[in-house]
């Protein structure tokens, strides 16, 4: 059965088209797209301007029971090393029931936020002693059934986790939890899909899997030679942590020689399944490497700021070219907004400049054979690189309002206060660049409608859930 919508524009082709109908297969995907066209009769016509939605490419849904509360520091000095160790805290208290429940309400907010997918960089696999679970998806599980509560769209990435460091024999006490060896994370990743498959548990909402590494620190050579070796036919996504604290780096250089992304690159192993996550400490070099790879990057400015991580080179990644996705990854922030914001920010502020990440006429890339449209608009640049990088990091080959991606789309709410009043043609730029508001009036996910006039059908049951758990986590604090 074919669905058919009107909206008085949507954005297509990096940039707005007027009138344009949208028709929805029974698989929930684009079968038709049209611009130019007077509402047809027979079509739902959309109360606003339409965007695609965009994929949260890197995210520990866990993290959202931390957020707001890790903002004191008790001694001399805090930094991410210490951020860390207090969040492990919360890893080791996270139950499969608890974490369908943080994870049920964070995936609305997602939604709420302008994400239609998530991208699950997963490594909490054991009980909290590092036993096995009898069902050893048991917390897989329950994020898809999190995903299915909030009708938003999961690419789950079991992690590759079996050491604390580069001399470190294993993992630490409060890591138990998060082991698993190269086959671990291929079984698990197979094992998703099958399961999710046989279960038809991907016609309620769309579910697909890819593998990732937590980190060069964190994973011996031999293992992720082992995983490459096993998926040298999978086409899925494959993540890793690069390059986000300069202690890391310190410390791969004493161990390797090299940095973690020289060293992946020296290897032969990045290509363009590859997505190197914050990749926030890197040269000239490594970003000429990671062109040449294909591998995309997926930055995270919100959690990248708030542990002190630093600021990576955006202007750089996009003269190479390369493929820039965002996360959320700690879920301080729950917006793409916010994350494109702080993406151009961060640089204004390290260059003392203004519309940094624009890509205007006359400095087009042609770097690797490839040409990109010039692109003066600061939001548009940085939107469109995270629609396709975001639609790649997640495994889609194609994202956005085209024939044959996924039906996904956010309706704008022409009467939110940051758009009342200013030419259309400019919306996205005060999206990004004007806030606060609710923009996103309606929130389609593979056809269906996940928010309505604002309202999720199950956000009192699912905040409820978020509540409780919530008190088993903190009630004595």
């Known amino acids: 059965m074919t669905s058919r919508y009107w909206a008085p524009a949507a954005w297509m082709d990096g940039g707005w088209q007027q009138a344009v109908v949208l028709e929805v297969d029974a698989q929930g995907h684009w079968s038709h797209i049209a611009a130019g066209v007077p509402a047809p009769q027979d079509a739902e016509q959309l109360a606003g301007p339409v965007l695609p939605g965009l994929v949260d490419a890197h995210s520990h849904a866990f993290q959202r029971a931390f957020a707001g509360l890790a903002e004191r520091r008790e001694g001399d000095d805090d930094d991410f090393w210490s951020w860390r160790d207090r969040m492990y805290k919360v890893a080791n208290a996270v139950t499969p029931e608890s974490l369908r429940a943080i994870a049920a309400h964070l995936y609305v907010e997602l939604l709420r936020g302008g994400y239609t997918q998530v991208c699950e960089f997963h490594y909490?696999?054991?009980?909290?002693?590092?036993?096995?679970?009898?069902?050893?998806?048991?917390?897989?599980?329950?994020?898809?059934?999190?995903?299915?509560?909030?009708?938003?769209?999961?690419?789950?990435?079991?992690?590759?986790?079996?050491?604390?460091?580069?001399?470190?024999?294993?993992?630490?006490?409060?890591?138990?939890?998060?082991?698993?060896?190269?086959?671990?994370?291929?079984?698990?990743?197979?094992?998703?899909?099958?399961r999710v498959a046989a279960a038809g548990r991907a016609s309620l909402v769309p579910l697909n899997a890819g593998l990732a590494i937590h980190s060069v620190r964190a994973a011996a050579a031999e293992s992720v030679a082992e995983l490459r070796h096993l998926a040298h036919e999978f086409d899925g996504p494959i993540h890793v942590h690069v390059s986000e604290q300069r202690a890391e780096l310190r410390d791969c250089v004493a161990a390797t020689g090299q940095t973690p992304v020289a060293w992946?690159?020296?290897?032969?192993?990045?290509?363009?399944?590859?997505?190197?996550?914050?990749?926030?400490?890197?040269?000239?070099?490594?970003?000429?490497?990671?062109?040449?790879?294909?591998?995309?990057?997926?930055?995270?400015?919100?959690?990248?700021?708030?542990?002190?991580?630093?600021?990576?080179?955006?202007?750089?990644?996009?003269?190479?070219?390369?493929?820039?996705?965002?996360?959320?990854?700690?879920?301080?922030?729950?917006?793409?907004?916010?994350?494109?914001?702080?993406?151009?920010?961060?640089?204004?502020?390290?260059?003392?400049?203004?519309?940094?990440?624009?890509?205007?006429?006359?400095?087009?890339?042609?770097?690797?054979?490839?040409?990109?449209?010039?692109?003066?608009?600061?939001?548009?640049?940085?939107?469109?690189?995270?629609?396709?990088?975001?639609?790649?990091?997640?495994g889609h080959a194609s994202w956005g309002l085209a024939v044959g991606a996924r039906a996904d789309l956010l309706v704008i709410d022409p009467d939110d206060a940051s758009l009342v009043g200013l030419p259309p043609a400019r919306w996205l730029d005060a999206l990004v660049f004007s806030s606060p508001g609710r923009p996103w009036r309606d929130v389609m996910v593979a056809g269906r409608w996940a928010l309505r006039r604002h309202h999720h059908a199950q956000v009192e049951r699912i905040s409820a859930g978020f509540a409780a758990a919530m008190a088993g986590l903190w009630g004595e604090a």
Not at 149 to 163: C, F, H, M, N, S
Not at 172 to 186: C, I, K
């Open 124 to 194: 909490l696999q054991h009980q909290a002693d590092g036993t096995p679970y009898d069902d050893p998806l048991a917390l897989s599980m329950a994020l898809a059934d999190a995903a299915a509560d909030a009708g938003i769209g999961l690419t789950l990435l079991p992690v590759l986790y079996e050491r604390a460091g580069f001399t470190a024999p294993s993992l630490r006490p409060d890591q138990r939890r998060f082991h698993a060896g190269a086959r671990d994370v291929w079984q698990r990743s197979r094992e998703f899909g099958e």
């Open 264 to 394: 992946l690159a020296s290897q032969g192993w990045l290509d363009a399944r590859w997505q190197l996550v914050h990749a926030t400490h890197v040269d000239a070099g490594e970003i000429a490497a990671t062109a040449a790879s294909g591998a995309g990057v997926v930055i995270c400015p919100s959690t990248e700021g708030n542990l002190g991580d630093g600021f990576t080179d955006v202007p750089a990644w996009l003269a190479a070219d390369v493929d820039l996705a965002m996360g959320s990854d700690s879920n301080v922030t729950r917006s793409w907004r916010e994350e494109l914001r702080w993406m151009e920010y961060g640089q204004r502020l390290k260059l003392e400049r203004r519309n940094v990440c624009a890509q205007p006429q006359g400095v087009a890339n042609t770097a690797h054979g490839r040409r990109s449209r010039p692109q003066p608009d600061t939001a548009a640049s940085l939107f469109e690189r995270a629609r396709a990088g975001g639609g790649r990091a997640a």
